[in-house]
């Protein structure tokens, strides 16, 4: 089945301490991204990547840092994890045209 | 730079159609498409629409987009309480970015 998995799905922390979302594709997809979704505000692009070791900024990238050294997998880090960081955070994959998978998401919560 | 406007809210009774509006700035958009998001839920693709195109039918589904305009709706014929949720527009521009709208929430009322 085609999918993309994020892991944890939900995770409460405290300020300062260092995370990592991971995200998994099954699809042989290209392109990844990571976004962000906070009410009102739509969902948000922090990070993305066309390809193995190509990674390029989104709207949102400052607190986080990203790595794309396998195809299938583009994990999210926060280096120093602040408040202004809680929010729901989804993983997606695509070819470049058409479809874009998306994770379930991952809700966090930084105090 | 890019943005893509939604209003927020849109209230219909069950059985009406329901429309949803978008509007985007960036006209070298590939793709546009419509998302649905239920409460407490990833994202769904219901439709999406290539840039060359004017219109698009998915059984209840009918997308229009007004390309001079920069306009994209979403129209849902027989609107059922089903159907409530949040919908979201997005476009895609080169390299993989795909821009979203605020989402629109719709209520469907019995």
């Known amino acids: 089945e085609a999918q993309v998995t994020q892991n944890p799905r939900y995770l409460i922390t405290v300020t300062g301490k260092k995370l990592t979302v991971t995200c998994s594709q099954n699809m042989n997809h290209e392109y990844m991204s990571w976004y962000r979704q906070d009410p009102g505000l739509g969902l948000r692009q922090i990070y993305y990547s066309m390809n193995v070791e190509v990674t390029d900024k989104g709207d949102v990238p400052e607190g986080y840092k990203v790595s794309r050294k396998e195809k299938r997998n583009f994990p999210l880090i926060l280096e120093s994890p602040s408040p202004n960081q809680t929010s729901l955070y989804f993983c997606?994959?695509?070819?470049?045209?058409?479809?874009?998978?998306f994770g379930p998401g991952t809700r966090l919560t930084v105090t | 730079g890019e943005d893509v406007e939604q209003s927020l809210f849109l209230s219909v009774r069950e059985g009406d159609s329901s429309v949803i509006n978008c509007t985007y700035t960036d006209s070298s958009s590939t793709y546009l498409y419509w998302y649905k998001q239920e409460p407490g839920a990833g994202l769904q693709l219901l439709t999406y629409i290539f840039s060359n195109m004017d219109m698009k039918q998915d059984q209840r589904l009918t997308v229009l987009l007004n390309k001079k305009d920069k306009h994209l709706s979403l129209r849902i014929a027989d609107t059922q309480t089903g159907d409530s949720a949040i919908y979201f527009c997005a476009e895609s521009i080169w390299g993989g970015k795909l821009i979203f709208g605020q989402g629109t929430e719709l209520s469907v009322k019995p």
């Open positions: 997606a994959s695509w070819t470049g045209l058409e479809e874009q998978y």
